[in-house]
């Protein structure tokens, strides 16, 4: 193992510490099936664990305690890292050494009792309504000249405010994941959990218009199956997409700058404005946890509560 994350080598870390965090990554990526960016955040955070475990003395696993956990979030607190950081790092830790003592490598769970860092959740900017009609209006107006690139652009758009899938489930899919028929598409989230998404009619014309008018025209031998292909015809790539919703949000008069990941917020906020239930949205989001989905009740109700304060007279 010469490098972890791209910053520590075997000898930073020392040969035992080095050897159980290759074990690791073997075991987050046969038996877990993480994503490549997720097991490098893991092995990232983990790294900066076991070094500052060598510091204080410790080399090998069994010998990591409670105290060493605590002295290295400590260590990290000092240096201003934020919160969601802090907590991000702690349950790495937590994962970790649970792993650890389930496989025997060490007698305890050093990471049991730790406790994470609470993150303050902050309220994401989100269109409204009206903003987001004029989105697809003015990137419409754009792709009327017929450009394939104006049809996908437009296709992309329609995908992320009807469904709120993430950028990454966006390009990721392939032609044969929408049911054109049932106006429903399938989505490889988070875990490689897969869900059914479904689409309303505008977002159908726009997908119908991109497959008939604008990919055969920039479809070449090595595209594959991708449903959405970029210039040259390779499946479009993740920073293309952000930079084109950039792009066009910026056309719309005093709306926030948000890229895809804000127009999931805005599909989910807008749901729920619209008396859609909480199952059905985390269902639609690909949420874990319920926790996650109730963030955007905080968000609606915080757009109620300006408008109360705007228009009632004893507000």
């Not at 875990?191 to 726009?206: L, Q």
């Amino acid at each position: 193992m010469t490098s972890v994350a791209g910053e520590t080598t075997e000898t930073e870390l020392g040969e035992s510490f080095a050897r159980v965090l290759g074990e690791y990554e073997r075991h987050l990526r046969a038996e877990r099936d993480l994503s490549d960016h997720t097991v490098r955040a893991y092995l990232g955070d983990l790294a900066g664990l076991l070094e500052h475990a060598t510091r204080m003395g410790v080399t090998e696993p069994a010998e990591l305690d409670l105290r060493t956990l605590r002295s290295w979030l400590a260590r990290l607190q000092s240096t201003g890292r934020a919160r969601t950081t802090m907590a991000r790092r702690a349950t790495a830790a937590r994962v970790f050494t649970g792993w650890l003592a389930r496989t025997g490598r060490s007698a305890v769970d050093a990471g049991a009792s730790l406790g994470t860092p609470k993150a303050h959740r902050t309220l994401p900017p989100v269109l409204r309504a009206d903003e987001a009609e004029e989105l697809i209006r003015a990137a419409t107006e754009l792709a009327a000249d017929g450009s394939a690139i104006g049809l996908r652009d437009v296709a992309m758009l329609e995908l992320l405010y009807a469904t709120g899938v993430r950028v990454g489930e966006l390009v990721g899919l392939d032609v044969d994941d929408l049911d054109a028929d049932r106006r429903v598409m399938r989505v490889l989230g988070k875990g490689r959990k897969e869900r059914s998404a479904p689409y309303g009619a505008p977002a159908a014309h726009a997908l119908d218009a991109w497959l008939v008018r604008g990919r055969p025209t920039i479809a070449v031998p090595g595209s594959g199956p991708a449903l959405f292909l970029g210039a040259r015809g390779a499946r479009v790539d993740q920073r293309a997409v952000r930079r084109m919703v950039h792009r066009r949000i910026a056309d719309v008069p005093g709306a926030p700058d948000i890229g895809p990941h804000g127009l999931r917020h805005t599909a989910a906020t807008h749901l729920l404005e619209g008396g859609a239930d909480l199952r059905s949205v985390q269902e639609l989001l690909g949420h874990a946890s319920m926790a996650t989905t109730q963030l955007y009740t905080h968000v609606s109700t915080d757009r109620l509560r300006r408008a109360y304060q705007q228009a009632h007279p004893r507000a």
